[in-house]
């Protein structure tokens, strides 16, 4: 099975900060992960597929990057929109989700 | 567009099998896409159940394989899920969900599931 670690898990930002969430897997995924927020009471959201494509209609200050076994999602500039639950998930084999990353406002 | 609508009782005794079906809507079942199943626990992350193409072949989780089937109806457009000898860790939101290349791209509402007896 492949795990997904994400770090941290909840983050306390401001609204305008440059926002990194990380996420390792076990082993190597290749590009094989996709980013999703989360907000409370709703289904999660697609936001970054194959580790550093935007989604359609996803702002551009959401971004990803990684290859392999580490991954990052960036927010270029928190908007308070942004205040939610991110989490990583692979789909190199099978699926597996990340635990989750909740960014808070500080 | 396309929607997903979960459906199903929202109370299992223990021991007894959960049953939840997913409408599809805005989409064909028999193409291209995969259909999962994916659960989220009260106050905790998301857990992947697993998924179904409408030629039968499914993927499982490991962790859940034993108790779960996933099965599509194309003539109704819909899929649905089991997991027998529910206890009360099974209770969650289950979500289904349309799988492309990209990813999970379209989500259901979520249906709340709760094991009690």
């Known amino acids: 099975d492949i795990q997904m670690t994400q770090s941290p898990s909840t983050l306390s930002a401001s609204v305008g900060d440059r926002v990194t969430i990380t996420c390792r897997a076990s082993?190597?995924?290749?590009?094989?992960l996709a980013w999703y927020q989360q907000k409370p009471g709703t289904a999660p959201k697609l936001l970054i597929y194959?580790?550093?494509s935007l989604e359609s209609g996803v702002p551009s200050r959401f971004s990803g990057s990684g290859f392999g076994t580490d991954f990052t999602l960036t927010i270029s500039s928190l908007q308070p929109d942004d205040f939610a639950t991110y989490y990583c998930?692979?789909?190199?084999?099978?699926?597996?989700f990340g635990q989750g990353t909740k960014v808070e406002i500080k | 567009q396309v929607q997903l609508q979960e459906s199903g009782p929202g109370l299992v005794k223990p021991s007894g099998t959960l049953s939840l079906t997913c409408a599809v809507s805005?989409?064909?079942?028999?193409?291209?896409?995969?259909w999962s199943w994916v659960r989220q626990p009260p106050g905790r992350g998301l857990e992947w159940i697993g998924a179904?193409?409408?030629?039968?072949?499914?993927n499982y989780d490991p962790s859940l394989k034993s108790r779960v089937t996933i099965s599509v109806d194309k003539s109704k457009n819909q899929f649905s899920l089991k997991l027998s000898s529910v206890t009360a860790a099974d209770t969650a939101v289950y979500y289904c969900?349309?799988?492309?290349?990209?990813?999970?791209?379209?989500w259901g509402q979520g249906t709340t599931v709760t094991v009690s007896s």
């Open positions: 805005g989409d064909s079942i028999s193409g291209s896409n995969w």
């Open positions: 969900v349309r799988e492309v290349l990209r990813g999970m791209d379209v």
């Open positions: 179904i193409f409408h030629s039968g072949n499914t």
């Open positions: 194959k580790a550093s």
């Open positions: 082993q190597s995924i290749t590009i094989w």
């Open positions: 998930q692979q789909y190199n084999n099978y699926r597996t």
